[in-house]
Nanobody, 115 residues
Framework: QVQLVESGGGLVQPGGSLRLSCAAS????????MGWYRQAPGKQRELVAS???????NYADSVKGRFTISRDNAKNTLYLQMNSLKPEDTAVYYC?????????WGQGTQVTVSS
């Protein structure tokens, strides 16, 4: 069983930055892929960014140029650097990991962008 624990969420003003972290209970080097999803009230969960075991990354159009996903295999941690935040980025952000045929989720961390 894999546990994922997110941290780093909070309240930030428009234009500000946050960095989310996702700590895994085991080595992340073997994960087929890892990613960040978000879910705003009344909306479906959507992919924000993902990365595979190499250097390939994928971003939602709405965050391209503002968010950066990265992973530190030595620390078993996935990150999401979020810059130039907008009110529409407000959501609960979830860490996701895919290993073989299993998908794992963290409990989520709230990000609120408001003045």
């Amino acid at each position: 069983q894999v546990q994922l624990v997110e941290s780093g969420g909070g309240l930030v003003q428009p234009g500000g930055s946050l960095r989310l972290s996702c700590a895994a209970s085991r080595s992340i080097a073997a994960f087929n892929s890892m990613g960040w999803y978000r879910q705003a009230p009344g909306k479906q969960r959507e992919l924000v960014a993902s990365t595979n075991t190499g250097t390939r990354t994928n971003y939602a159009d709405s965050v391209k140029g503002r968010f950066t996903i990265s992973r530190d295999n030595a620390k078993n941690t996935l990150y999401l650097q979020m810059n130039s935040l907008k009110p529409e980025d407000t959501a609960v952000y979830y860490c996701n990991a895919f290993l073989f045929v299993s998908t794992y989720w963290g409990q989520g961390t709230q990000v609120t962008v408001s003045s």
